[in-house]
């Protein structure tokens, strides 16, 4: 019983990431300006880890090193990348729609990198949960551009290994600390990227700046440090899952803050995705005294402190 709290506990935490990421769209197109997306990338993820990396005062030794930049590159970087790149040649609903294959994906990789087994529930899950995504943001009029998929795919799968490979390095530090290197090192790589393809930043406006606040210490900072504490404590597989909740909070908050209507097709996509988060959850649940192991090759898992 007390390990079910636990785990349910974990998940409701992790849960509030995703959640709140389903406000990004909203910040970005009513607080910031327009064409400047690896630049508001990197402006979300570089002072925000600075910020906590000048709080925990720990940078990364040895072999971290190489792990924070691959996964800063995985989990921020290229993902973030691709996510604007799908969103400026796709409409929302199918950018959304192509990137919710990513549960499957980490199924796949759990399997490949972890040796999870892969079960059923799981699967159907995640094709209830894509299912629902596409009635709750699809429209009938929505156009396929290849590279816009492509991207979307590319994002996908960028995040999905992310996701898993932050589960199989654990170091041994704060969920606060892993989140600092993380961000930080993803930050350092969109800079030159930023600074080569877009334009100069016009002058921020105080509005600008408290979306870019938003976005940099609770979107990033805040979020990720639930996201990675989750990683280490439930599956990848559940976590992932729990990125549905991105689209239907979007949603949500189109219909209270634009006026956005809500048709029945969007209630039933909402009901969809509940009813897989549920499946998901439900399927990976650890039973009562079962021990999580251990991935190859990973550290055990420290107890989180508070940094």
């Known amino acids: 019983m007390k390990t079910n709290l636990r785990y349910a506990a974990d998940v409701l935490t992790t849960a509030v990431a995703p959640a709140i990421w389903g406000s990004t769209y909203f910040v970005t197109t009513s607080f910031l300006p327009q064409g400047y997306p690896l ?26 090193w190489s792990r924070a930049f691959i996964l800063g590159a995985l989990n921020f970087s290229f993902f973030w990348a691709m996510l604007f790149v799908s969103a400026y040649r796709l409409p929302g609903g ?6 919710a294959i990513q549960p499957l994906i980490v199924i796949a990789l759990s399997r490949f990198f972890l040796g999870k087994s892969i ?24 156009a396929l551009d290849p590279v816009g998929v492509a991207a979307g795919l590319a994002g996908a799968i960028s995040m999905a290994f992310g ?30 990227a930023a600074f080569i393809l877009e334009p100069a ?17 609770v979107g990033a ?13 439930i599956e990848p597989s559940a976590a992932s899952s729990l990125g549905f ?20 097709t969007q209630l039933a996509g909402f009901a969809m995705v509940l009813v897989s988060v549920w499946l998901s959850q439900r399927s990976l649940m650890p039973k009562a005294g079962a021990v999580t192991p251990i991935p190859p090759g990973a550290s055990p898992a420290p107890a989180i402190r508070q940094a």
Do not use: D
């Open 39 to 64: 630049t508001v990338a990197m402006l979300r993820a570089l002072p925000a880890g600075l910020l906590l990396l000048l709080i925990v005062r720990k940078p990364p030794t040895g072999i971290w």
């Open 94 to 99: 199918v950018a959304a729609t192509v990137g």
């Open 119 to 142: 079960r059923i529930l799981a699967l159907i899950a995640g094709l209830i949960g894509m299912g629902g995504v596409a009635l709750l943001v699809l429209t009938p009029r929505a």
């Open 163 to 192: 996701t898993v490979l932050t589960r199989l390095w654990q170091p041994p530090v704060s969920s606060l600390t892993f989140t600092s290197w993380q961000l930080t090192a993803g930050g350092i790589l969109l800079v030159p």
């Open 201 to 217: 930043l016009p002058t921020p406006t105080t509005i600008n700046i408290l979306g870019i606040a938003w976005l940099g210490l």
């Open 221 to 233: 900072a805040f979020t990720y440090l639930l996201w990675f504490r989750g990683l280490s404590r």
């Open 245 to 264: 909740l991105s689209p239907v909070v979007a949603t949500l908050l189109g219909w209270l803050a634009l006026g956005q209507s809500l048709t029945p």
